[in-house]
C-alpha cells in the first residue's frame, strides 16, 4: 500500500470510527444504568436519516436546518421508545427486558419499510454542494465532507463529555449508573434522568446516522442494523459503561476495519466478520474491556 | 381446591398412540380436503414446529438467551440442499465458479441429506458453543448474533461452495407432509424426553439460578453446550425440511439471517417462552397468521372501490403483536406449562361436573366457620 492510499484510508477509518464511537456512546451509557442492549438504537440511527431525508425533500427546509430538526427528532424517539417499551419493564427480569428491546427493533424497521418503502433512496441530494468539492494535498485527494464529518463529529464528542462532566443532569448520569435505588433518594427524578440519557443517545445516533448517509449516500430500513451491532462491539470492546471507551472502542473498531481491508483487499467481502471476531476474543479474553469495570455477581 | 386426578402410564401411552393415528388419518385425508395452498401452510407448520421447538429448548427451557438459531438453519439448508442436488443441476447452477469436489459429484436421497444437514449443524453449534457458552445474558446474546450473521455473510462470499448471492435455487420439493409432521414428531418426542429426564431438571436448574445449580453439583458448561448442540442439530434437520420446501436457499437475511430468528422469537414468545406446547402453538400462529395477513398487503375490492395494499404490513403486526406480549403479557399463551393428558383429563372432569350439577360454586366468605 502505498503513501497516498495509507493516507487515504487512516482519514477513511478516522471517520468510521468516529461514526461508531458517536453510536457506541448511546449503547454504553444506557448500559451503564440499565444493563440493557438497547437493541433499537441502531433503528434510531436509520430513522434520523430518513427525517433529514424528509425534512428537505418533503418539507423543503435548508440542509443544515434539516439536520437540526431530524437530531431533535431522533431525541425524541429515542426519549419515546424508552418511555413506552422499556419503562414499564424496569422491575422485570433483564432477558424480558432485552427481548423487548428486540421487538421494538424489528417493529421501527418494518414500520419504516412501511411508511419509507423498502427500495433504498438516494441521500445525495441532501448534501449540499460545497460539501462534494475535493481538496487536494499534496498527492492526496480527499472531500471536504471528510473535514466537515471529523469536525462534527469532534465537536459533538466534545459537547457530550461538557454535558456529563460539567452539567447537573450529567451528574445525575452518572450517579444513576451507579447506584438507582440510592439517588433517588437524594432526590433525582430517576425516569427523567433516564429519559434524558436515552434521548442524548439517540441524538448522537441521528447525527451519526446522517454524516453516515452523507458518506455512503443510500438510506434503506434495515441501514441501521450492521453499524450498530458493530457499534456495540466497540462499546464492549472499550468496557462498556465507559464514555471514553467507547469513544475508544469506536475508533479502534473503524481504524481496524478500513486498514484491514486496505491491506488485504481479497478480504472486502468479510469485512463485517472482523468486528465478530474482535468481540469474540475481546468476551473470550477480557470481557471487561479496555476500561470498564469490573462487575461482580452477588449470590 | 379438588384433588388433581393423575391418568396411568398405560392410559397415557395409549392416548398418546391414539393421537398419533387420529394425526396421521387426519394429515392424510388433508391430500383429499385440502388443495396444495392448505397442504402447504400444513407443512409450514411442521417445519417452523421443528424450529421453533428447537429454538425453545435453548432458550426457553435452558434459559440461555441464543439469537444464533439462523445460523444452524442456514447450515442444515445449504449442506442438505447441496446433497440433493444432482450433479448436473449443480454445474448448471453454479455458473461463476464450479462447486468445489467432492461436492459437485455426490447426490443422497433426501433422508441422507436431511440428517448431514443435521450433524453439520450440530458440528457448527459445538464449534459456537465452546468458545461462547462461557458468557451468558445479553452477552451471549449478542455473540450468538454475531456467529449466525459470520455464517451468512459466508454463504454469500464463499462462492465455490454456497452459489455466493445466487444461492441454490430449483431443489425439488422433497418436503411433503409426512416428512415435515413425521420430522416434527421426531424432534417433539426427543426434546420432551430429554426436558423431562434428569438432565432436562439440571437444564431448568441452570434455567432458574445458574449459580445455584453450579453449587448443587451441576457442570453448567456441559449442560448448556449440549443442550446447545442438541438445539443447533434439530435447527439443522428443520433448516433441510425448509430448504426443500422453499425448493431455493439464498443468504439474504430474511432467509435465513436474523430475521428468521426474530420470527422463531416471536412464535416462542407468543407460545410462552419454556414451554414445548407452546412453541407449538406460536409455531402454528405464526404460520396461519402470517399468511391470512397477507390480506393487509394485497389490494382488497369491495364492490368499485379498491383499497390499496401495504406491503409490508405483516411484519408491523407482528412486531407489534410481540412488543405488546412482553409489556402486558409476558407468560404467553402456554408460560411455562405444558398440554398434558393429565391437564386435559382434570379440565374435562371440571367440565363435567359443571354441567351436571347446576349448584353454584361456593364463594370466599361462605365457608361455615
Redesign the interface.
Given at each position: 500500500m502505498s503513501a497516498r492510499m495509507f493516507m487515504q484510508n487512516l482519514f477513511n477509518g478516522l471517520t468510521l470510527g468516529g461514526l461508531y464511537a458517536l453510536i457506541a456512546i448511546g449503547y454504553t451509557m444506557v448500559y451503564g444504568i440499565l444493563?440493557?442492549?438497547n437493541f433499537a438504537h441502531g433503528d434510531v440511527f436509520m430513522i434520523g436519516t430518513y427525517l433529514a431525508f424528509y425534512g428537505v425533500t418533503l418539507m423543503l427546509l435548508p440542509w443544515w436546518l434539516a439536520i437540526v430538526v431530524a437530531i431533535i427528532g431522533s431525541a425524541a424517539i429515542g426519549f419515546l421508545i424508552d418511555r413506552v417499551?422499556y419503562k414499564?419493564?424496569r422491575e422485570?427480569p433483564?432477558?424480558?427486558a432485552?427481548?423487548?428491546a428486540?421487538?421494538?427493533s424489528?417493529?421501527l424497521?418494518?414500520?419504516a419499510?412501511?411508511v419509507f418503502g423498502?427500495i433504498p433512496k438516494s441521500f445525495l441530494k441532501i448534501i449540499p454542494n460545497f460539501l462534494k468539492k475535493i481538496v487536494t494535498i499534496g498527492e492526496l485527494r480527499i472531500q471536504v465532507l471528510t473535514f466537515f464529518a471529523l469536525a462534527i463529529i469532534a465537536g459533538l464528542l466534545v459537547l457530550l463529555l461538557w454535558i456529563v462532566y460539567r452539567t447537573k443532569i450529567g451528574m445525575a448520569m452518572r450517579a444513576i449508573s451507579t447506584d438507582i435505588p440510592t439517588t433517588a433518594l437524594m432526590g433525582v427524578n430517576t425516569d427523567t434522568v433516564i429519559g434524558f440519557t436515552f434521548a442524548l443517545g439517540s441524538a448522537l445516533a441521528g447525527a451519526s446516522g446522517i454524516i453516515w448517509a452523507m458518506r455512503y449516500p443510500q438510506i434503506f430500513p434495515?441501514m441501521g442494523?450492521m453499524p450498530g451491532?458493530k457499534a456495540?462491539?466497540a462499546a464492549?470492546f472499550g468496557g462498556i459503561g465507559s464514555i471514553q471507551g467507547a469513544m475508544l472502542g469506536g475508533f479502534i473498531l473503524g481504524m481496524a476495519e478500513i486498514m484491514i481491508v486496505g491491506f488485504l483487499p481479497q478480504l472486502a467481502?468479510?469485512r463485517?466478520?472482523f468486528?465478530?471476531i474482535i468481540?469474540?476474543l475481546i468476551?473470550?479474553f477480557k470481557?471487561t474491556g479496555i476500561m470498564g469495570k469490573k462487575l461482580t455477581?452477588k449470590? | 381446591m379438588p384433588m388433581e386426578k393423575r391418568l396411568s402410564t398405560k392410559t397415557k401411552i395409549y392416548l398418546t398412540i391414539g393421537l398419533i393415528i387420529v394425526g396421521a388419518l387426519l394429515l392424510w385425508g388433508s391430500n383429499y380436503w385440502l388443495e396444495s395452498y392448505g397442504q402447504r401452510i400444513l407443512k409450514l407448520i411442521a417445519v417452523y414446529g421443528v424450529l421453533a421447538v428447537s429454538y425453545t429448548f435453548v432458550n426457553g427451557i435452558t434459559g440461555m438467551f441464543s439469537l444464533g438459531h439462523a445460523g444452524f438453519v442456514a447450515v442444515g439448508a445449504y449442506v442438505s440442499a447441496l446433497l440433493t442436488m444432482s450433479p448436473m443441476e449443480k454445474e448448471m447452477s453454479f455458473i461463476l465458479e464450479p462447486l468445489i469436489w467432492p461436492l459437485n459429484s455426490i447426490q443422497t436421497d433426501f433422508l441422507t441429506a436431511t440428517i448431514a444437514g443435521g450433524i453439520a449443524a450440530a458440528i457448527f453449534a459445538f464449534a459456537i458453543g465452546y468458545p461462547s457458552l462461557r458468557l451468558t445474558g445479553d452477552y451471549l446474546a449478542i455473540v450468538t448474533l454475531g456467529f449466525s450473521e459470520i455464517i451468512r455473510l459466508i454463504a454469500l462470499n464463499a462462492q465455490n461452495i454456497t452459489n455466493g448471492a445466487l444461492g441454490l435455487k430449483g431443489l425439488t420439493e422433497y418436503t411433503n407432509i409426512w416428512w415435515a409432521w413425521g420430522w416434527l414428531l421426531i424432534t417433539v418426542v426427543v426434546i420432551a424426553s430429554l426436558t423431562y429426564s434428569s438432565y432436562g431438571r439440571a437444564l431448568k436448574a441452570i434455567r432458574d439460578d445458574d449459580i445455584a445449580a453450579e453449587a448443587m453439583g451441576i457442570n453448567v458448561f456441559k449442560h448448556r453446550l449440549l443442550a446447545f448442540v442438541v438445539s443447533g442439530f434439530f435447527a439443522g434437520i428443520g433448516g433441510s425440511l425448509y430448504a426443500h420446501l422453499l425448493t431455493t436457499i439464498d443468504p439474504r437475511p430474511t432467509t435465513i439471517g436474523v430475521f428468521l430468528t426474530f420470527y422463531l422469537l416471536i412464535m416462542i414468545v407468543l407460545g410462552g417462552l419454556g414451554s414445548i406446547t407452546g412453541a407449538l402453538i406460536g409455531a402454528a400462529l405464526f404460520a396461519i397468521l402470517s399468511e391470512w395477513l397477507r390480506i393487509f398487503e394485497s389490494n382488497i375490492t369491495i364492490g368499485s372501490i379498491t383499497i390499496k395494499g401495504i406491503p409490508g404490513m405483516r411484519m408491523v403486526i407482528f412486531s407489534t403483536l410481540f412488543v405488546v406480549t412482553m409489556l402486558v403479557w409476558r407468560r404467553g399463551i402456554m408460560g411455562m406449562e405444558e398440554i398434558t393428558w393429565d391437564k386435559l383429563y382434570n379440565w374435562l372432569l371440571r367440565f363435567r361436573k359443571k354441567g351436571q350439577t347446576a349448584e353454584p360454586e361456593p364463594k370466599r366468605g361462605d365457608v361455615d366457620e
Open positions: 444493563r440493557l442492549i417499551a414499564p419493564l422485570s433483564r432477558i424480558s432485552l427481548i423487548t428486540i421487538g421494538v424489528f417493529f424497521e418494518s414500520f419499510v412501511v423498502g434495515y442494523f451491532l456495540f462491539i464492549v467481502g468479510y463485517d466478520v468486528a465478530f468481540l469474540i468476551l473470550s470481557p455477581v449470590v | -
